[in-house]
């Protein structure tokens, strides 16, 4: 991964791999659910699953590093900490 978990772990942080990836098909390998919102099902539900896998590793205390090839990853990354934050009591900022 051109460095990244090195550089992770060079800045004192304990690296865990998650060994289980989200696999979301690739539209080429996948209908078209609508036009105008191709491959919703498959975005919204590989999104669900990563918002709930980032909301579990807040709370395990773990810093949650997610790495995709799509900007999609961003909705399930956010709603999982936005998940972890509400229920902590606590605001959340996003930068």
Known sequence: ???IREGI???GHDIRDDPQSI???IRERSHPYDQ???FL???VDGCTRLAQRVELA???GDLPVVMGGDHAI???TIAGLA???RSAGKTMGVV
């Open 1 to 3: 991964m051109a460095g």
């Open 9 to 11: 772990a060079g800045l």
């Open 23 to 25: 696999f979301v098909p």
């Open 36 to 38: 105008k919102l191709r």
């Open 41 to 43: 099902p498959e975005i």
């Open 58 to 60: 807040k709370q395990e």
């Open 74 to 76: 961003a909705i399930g």
């Open 83 to 85: 998940s972890y934050y």
